[in-house]
């Protein structure tokens, strides 16, 4: 009769021992942005690997996202006659949504599951225990300067992808359906505000940023140092990370409706 | 803050001592009540069959584990309440040497060496040149600088690791296993290179270990750990003398004795199902 509660308290334990460690780590990845900013080499090279070794992916996905944006767009809007608002369509869609969105799942696939393996990998070659004992504390100087890299680099990427994703959506529309060219800009200019539209996009994308690099990197500190470990942890980044962005960015939208 | 001397000027008393430390988790206790202690300068091997709790010992010489209760004091400090930047202070004073030397994959020979030199001193790039190369020509390496971890072999890539857990010239060095997996040769260069290390750089240097031949060939002090606890402790050539029957079974090498050669398990006949009546070899 007792086995029950037993496991169900045992079980909530656990979890609350998962979460609280969890949250500590996310405190000391925050505490080292200091260690971070007087070492700024260190962001950088990881700005490097993650940002700039994800801009093929972020790139190619931005312009076919525009490419279909305006065939379904230009699709439903003729029906009411106003073909020249694809532009504006185009433009609202990926900045307020796709974007952000769109690379920050592609940045947990790309750039995600790298750092989990890799931070997995370190750990299970003793290379985090080896800095330890060299007096070095490996949050501040591994794990850190990859949070703050991403905290960086997704906002850069997430404006990479809605940018080429805009100039996708042009080439569909005015060369290839020959939309005005001079309404499609004037109608996205008139109709997107920076600060509505953009900024909201670039909260998103900054938040995005820091789940998807703090989810990758908790599975890859906490993971169990054996192959088996590293691989089912590359895996759960993908998962989480994907299901925390989908999730936060509902919840963004509506607080973002309702201010 | 009061200021403590890193480097007091009287090196008196050992270097290490564990006083009646029991370690392990509350429902398995891996050691219980060892007591050692070791003098500057001198070699010590830990021996014992594989999971005795060698590597444990290890651990918590470098508090990677804590004692559930006793003592470790390095340098006449107790290190288990320290905070980690007092924790920190004192293992820039430890050099390890992990078994496979767990060296940065990402990073070259010489950045490997170099890492501890540049993440605790402020020294011109000229000078961690130099001392790098230093460092590597004392283990023979000098001429691998260039090369990345996945291009040298184990036994280099453990040179290496000890060229990196010197770096900082510390007191006292600690082995995981420095002979695992060499061939004859690297594993009669590694252990000289021990002893030499430590007698030219004034180290204090713990090994943790199975090869006995080579041990004992290098070691001033063998602890043989077995059982949860220090069974024997001497100079190596009391260790060869010992009556105790665990320790002759171990240093001759005999397969069976006091640590059984069989796991405990059901009765044989219990297991593949024989009758009573059968002979069982």
Same mark, same amino acid.
């Given at each position: 009769?007792?086995?029950?509660?037993?496991?169900?308290?045992?079980?909530?334990?656990?979890?609350?021992?998962?979460?609280?460690?969890?949250?500590? #780590?996310?405190?000391?990845?925050?505490?080292? #942005?200091?260690?971070?900013?007087?070492? *700024? @080499?260190?962001?950088?090279?990881?700005? =490097?690997?993650?940002g700039n070794r994800s801009l093929s992916i972020i790139g190619v996905s931005g312009l076919f996202v525009g490419f279909v944006l305006a065939l379904q767009g230009y699709y439903t809007l003729q029906r009411y006659g106003s073909a020249e608002a694809v532009g504006l369509l185009v433009a609202l869609s990926l900045v307020r949504e796709l974007g952000p969105v769109v690379a920050a799942l592609l940045f947990a696939g790309r750039a995600g599951t790298s750092l989990t393996a890799e931070i997995g990998l370190m750990k299970a070659g003793e290379q985090l225990s080896a800095m330890e004992m060299m007096a070095v504390d490996p949050i501040k100087r591994v794990l850190a300067p990859r949070f703050w890299a991403g905290f960086i680099a997704m906002p850069l990427l997430a404006a990479v992808f809605s940018a080429v994703g805009i100039v996708g959506g042009y080439l569909v529309a005015v060369p290839l359906i020959g939309v005005d060219a001079g309404s499609f800009w004037s109608q996205m200019q008139g109709g997107v505000d920076v600060f509505a539209d953009v900024g909201?996009?670039?909260?998103? $994308?900054?938040?995005?940023?820091?789940?998807? $690099? *703090? @989810?990758?990197?908790?599975?890859?500190? +906490?993971?169990k140092p054996t192959p088996e470990g590293v691989s089912a942890a590359t895996t759960r980044t993908v998962v989480m990370s994907s299901l925390a962005v989908l999730a936060l960015d509902f919840m963004l939208t509506a607080m973002m409706f309702s201010i | 803050m009061a200021f403590t001397d890193p480097h007091p000027t009287t090196p008196a008393g050992?270097?290490?001592?564990v006083r009646d430390v029991t370690c392990g988790?509350?429902?398995?206790?891996?050691?219980?009540?060892?007591?050692?202690?070791? +003098?500057?300068?001198?070699?010590l091997a830990l021996i014992g069959s594989s999971?005795?709790?060698?590597?444990?010992? #290890?651990?918590?010489?470098?508090?990677?584990?804590?004692?559930?209760?006793?003592?470790?004091? =390095?340098?006449?400090?107790?290190?288990? !309440?320290?905070?980690?930047?007092?924790?920190?202070?004192?293992?820039?004073?430890?050099?390890?040497?992990?078994? =496979?030397?767990?060296? *940065?994959?990402?990073?070259?020979?010489?950045?490997? @060496?170099? =890492? !501890?030199?540049?993440?605790?001193?402020?020294?011109?790039? $000229?000078?961690?040149?130099?001392?790098?190369?230093?460092?590597?020509?004392?283990?023979?390496?000098?001429?691998?600088?260039d090369l990345m971890p996945n291009e040298i072999s184990g036994g280099m890539a453990r040179r290496v690791a000890l060229a990196r857990a010197i770096a900082l010239d510390p007191d006292l060095v600690l082995y995981d296993e420095p002979? +695992?997996?060499l061939d004859p040769i690297s594993l009669g260069v590694t252990a000289r290179l021990i002893r030499d290390l430590n007698d030219a750089l004034g180290l204090t240097s713990v090994i943790v270990t199975h090869d006995l031949h080579e041990t004992f060939a290098i070691a001033d002090h063998v602890v043989m750990v077995a059982n949860g606890g220090v069974v024997a402790q001497g100079t190596p050539d009391e260790l060869r003398a010992s009556q105790d029957p665990l320790v002759h079974q171990f240093v001759n090498a005999q397969s069976d004795g006091p640590v059984r050669f069989h796991q405990p398990a059901p009765p044989v006949r219990a297991d593949f199902g024989l009758p009573e009546s059968e002979e069982v070899a």
């Open positions: 009769m007792k086995a029950l509660p037993t496991a169900i308290g045992r079980g909530l334990r656990l979890k609350l021992v998962d979460w609280g460690w969890s949250a500590r #780590l996310l405190g000391q990845l925050l505490l080292g #942005l200091g260690a971070c900013l007087r070492r *700024f @080499v260190l962001v950088r090279e990881q700005i =490097f690997y993650l909201n996009g670039v909260i998103k $994308s900054v938040v995005f940023g820091v789940t998807v $690099s *703090f @989810v990758a990197l908790l599975q890859g500190y +906490a993971c | 050992p270097l290490i001592e988790y509350a429902d398995r206790i891996i050691l219980s009540n060892v007591n050692l202690s070791l +003098a500057r300068g001198k070699v999971g005795g709790g060698k590597t444990t010992l #290890l651990r918590l010489l470098t508090r990677q584990l804590r004692p559930l209760s006793g003592q470790v004091l =390095f340098d006449g400090q107790d290190l288990a !309440p320290m905070n980690q930047d007092q924790l920190y202070a004192q293992r820039r004073r430890m050099g390890m040497l992990f078994q =496979f030397g767990a060296l *940065f994959t990402d990073l070259s020979v010489f950045e490997n @060496v170099a =890492f !501890p030199l540049r993440e605790h001193t402020q020294l011109s790039e $000229s000078m961690i040149r130099d001392l790098v190369l230093m460092k590597l020509n004392a283990v023979g390496l000098r001429g691998a600088r002979f +695992a997996g």
